[in-house]
Structures are given as structure tokens and as C-alpha cells.
């Protein structure tokens, strides 16, 4: 059973519970269909400029977790017919934020939790 912790946006802490998140993780669907099951490590909320999530993540990896996940909403965005990444979401900087937890830490991380945009497919660092 994997540990499985979430990094979200301060944009959203205070419009988003992680309803979705949870959901898709507990289901092992969406981001979470990597694998075969998978349990809840953590959850913490990045800070701009993003400099936070590298500690941030150790003190998850030190708390079990196997494997980061950072949010849908920081990459797409809701509109009427499902989530798009035309126009990103909240962070410009996902992916270099990504790869630096993933440089500094050593966790493996993926991008995507709930309702990934049609046609995306899920990016890791590992
Ligand atoms: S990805 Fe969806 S469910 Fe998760 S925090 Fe963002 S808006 Fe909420
Ligand atoms: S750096 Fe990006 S992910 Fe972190 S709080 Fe700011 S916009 Fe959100």
C-alpha cells in the first residue's frame, strides 16, 4: 500500500477542501491510477514563490510518504466542459517546482490528481 501526500496551491486552500483529491486517491483513479492501491501520507500547501515546497516535501518524506502528487488546479483550469491546460492553472512554475522537490529530495513526484484534463498524460519524476 502506498503513502501517497499532496502538495496544493495557497490559490485554492481556502475555495478547495481537496474533495476531489481525496476521492480520486482513496479510488485509486485519475493521478492515483499508478497504482494498485494507496493510503493518504499528507498534505501540505505551497507558498509563491514555491521556494517552501522542497522543505516542505522532505518533512512529508520524512513522515512516510513514498511519492508527491501536486494538485490539477496548479496545471488547468474548470470551465464548463471539464478541466483544459491551455491556460494553465494557478502556478506558471509547476513543473520547475516539481523537478526541484524531485531533484532535492529524491521523491518520486507526479503531477495530477483529480479530474485530469482529457488527453494529459500523467508526468512523473522519479
Ligand atoms: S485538484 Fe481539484 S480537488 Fe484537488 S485541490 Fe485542486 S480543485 Fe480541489
Ligand atoms: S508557487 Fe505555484 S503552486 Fe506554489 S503557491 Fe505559488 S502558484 Fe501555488
Same mark, same amino acid.
Given at each position: 500500500? $502506498?503513502?501517497? #501526500? ?10 478547495? =477542501? ?6 480520486? *486517491? ?13 493510503? =493518504? #501520507? ?6 509563491? =514563490?514555491?521556494?517552501? #515546497?522542497?522543505? *516542505?516535501? $522532505?518533512? *512529508? ?46 521523491? =518520486?513526484?507526479? $503531477? ?5 484534463? $482529457? ?8
Amino acid at each position: 500500500m $502506498k503513502k501517497i #501526500a499532496i502538495i496544493r496551491c495557497e490559490k485554492n486552500m481556502d475555495r478547495c =477542501p481537496l474533495t476531489n483529491c481525496f476521492k480520486c *486517491l482513496m479510488g485509486t483513479e485519475e493521478g492515483f491510477e499508478i497504482y494498485e492501491d494507496c493510503i =493518504p #501520507a499528507g498534505v501540505f500547501t505551497c507558498r509563491c =514563490p514555491g521556494d517552501v #515546497a522542497v522543505d *516542505l516535501s $522532505k518533512i *512529508l518524506k520524512a513522515k512516510g510518504a513514498e511519492a508527491i502528487h501536486f494538485c490539477t488546479c496548479t496545471f488547468a483550469e474548470k470551465k464548463d466542459k471539464g478541466w483544459f491546460m491551455e491556460n494553465g492553472g494557478f502556478c506558471e512554475n509547476i513543473d520547475e517546482i516539481i523537478a526541484k522537490v524531485n531533484k532535492e529530495t529524491g521523491i =518520486p513526484c507526479v $503531477k495530477g490528481t483529480a479530474h485530469l484534463p $482529457k488527453d494529459y498524460r500523467i508526468k512523473t519524476w522519479s
